[in-house]
């Protein structure tokens, strides 16, 4: 059974940075594209960005320039660190990981982190 868990979120003020890191478990992840979606309070869920297995990335135009995704194959692992925080990007943050669509993760069989929280302050 595939397993992702997030570590790292946490609070800081405006300017900060955090790193935020995923591991996944429970299957290869060759042929998985990874990446990070948002959600604040009272909004849908927000495309952060992705990774795929060969490195190329995808990044919301509201992060670019602020974070950097990326993955280390052999451990499973994607990180997002994020310099320049906001309060906007305060939100829960969730990995995901499946199969890839154009360098996006597919809904279909798209697997799921359990969330960590990043809170920003101004």
């Known amino acids: 059974q595939v397993h992702l868990e997030e570590s790292g979120g946490g609070s800081v003020q405006a300017g900060g940075s955090l790193r935020l890191s995923c591991v996944g478990s429970?299957?290869?992840?060759?042929?998985?594209?990874m990446g990070w979606i948002r959600q604040a309070p009272g909004k849908d869920r927000e495309f952060v960005a992705t990774?795929?297995?060969?490195?190329?990335?995808i990044y919301a135009d509201s992060v670019k320039g602020r974070f950097t995704i990326s993955r280390d194959n052999g451990k499973n692992t994607v990180s997002l660190q994020m310099n320049s925080l906001k309060p906007q990007d305060t939100a829960v943050y969730y990995c995901?990981?499946?199969?890839?669509?154009?360098?996006?993760?597919?809904?279909?069989?798209?697997?799921w982190g359990q969330g960590t929280q990043v809170t920003v302050s101004s």
């Open positions: 990774i795929t297995y060969s490195g190329g990335i």
């Open positions: 995901h990981a499946g199969p890839d669509c154009q360098g996006y993760v597919c809904t279909i069989n798209r697997k």
């Open positions: 429970g299957r290869t992840f060759t042929d998985y594209t």
